[in-house]
């Protein structure tokens, strides 16, 4: 195994851990909420009272960052390596699993964790050893 020394970027990696980390814990002390996004996301699925504009917003800064970023930082395009049957499969498969784990990768490996939750450690634990089977499936196994 070899680093990709020209896509390997620990600063701007470990500044957008501090941001989220400090975006997780702000929406929690503000809302009392977790910053999990399937859980904002399903929130819209059943909405009730005044949640639909909060979650909504949460929504449209997720999509809103990246565009607002570019304008400040060079970035690359990025680039997908799968056809959109694939992907559209992989997406039904993070839904499923993120229904069945109860959350998703932020709510649990971000918010979880920093609360000590043995059910997050479990749920993180899982989805990493599953994404990297997977990856070694599709890489060494069927490649």
Same mark, same amino acid.
């Given at each position: 195994?070899?680093?990709?020394?020209?896509?390997?970027?620990?600063?701007?990696?470990?500044?957008?851990?501090? %941001?989220?980390?400090?975006? $997780? !814990?702000?929406? &929690?002390? @503000? +809302?009392?909420? /977790?910053?999990? *996004?399937? #859980?904002? =996301?399903?929130?819209?699925?059943?909405?009730?009272?005044?949640?639909?504009?909060?979650?909504?917003?949460?929504?449209?800064?997720?999509?809103?960052?990246?565009?607002?970023?570019? %304008?400040?930082?060079?970035? $690359? !395009?990025?680039? &997908?390596? @799968? +056809?959109?049957? /694939?992907?559209? *499969?992989? #997406?039904? =498969?993070?839904?499923?699993?993120?229904?069945?784990?109860?959350?998703?990768?932020?709510?649990?490996?971000?918010?979880?964790?920093?609360?000590?939750?043995?059910?997050?450690?479990?749920?993180?634990?899982?989805?990493? !050893?599953?994404?990297?089977?997977?990856?070694?499936?599709?890489?060494?196994?069927?490649?």
């Amino acid at each position: 195994m070899s680093i990709d020394w020209t896509h390997f970027t620990p600063g701007t990696s470990l500044v957008g851990g501090l %941001l989220i980390g400090l975006a $997780s !814990a702000l929406f &929690i002390l @503000a +809302n009392g909420r /977790i910053a999990g *996004i399937s #859980g904002i =996301l399903g929130g819209l699925l059943r909405p009730s009272g005044n949640d639909v504009v909060w979650r909504l917003a949460f929504l449209l800064g997720l999509i809103m960052a990246p565009a607002v970023a570019s %304008l400040f930082i060079a970035t $690359s !395009a990025p680039t &997908i390596d @799968a +056809n959109a049957e /694939i992907l559209v *499969i992989a #997406g039904l =498969l993070v839904g499923i699993g993120t229904r069945y784990g109860g959350g998703c990768t932020s709510g649990h490996g971000i918010c979880g964790l920093s609360r000590l939750s043995p059910r997050s450690l479990i749920a993180t634990l899982a989805f990493m !050893a599953s994404g990297m089977a997977i990856v070694f499936v599709m890489r060494h196994l069927l490649a």
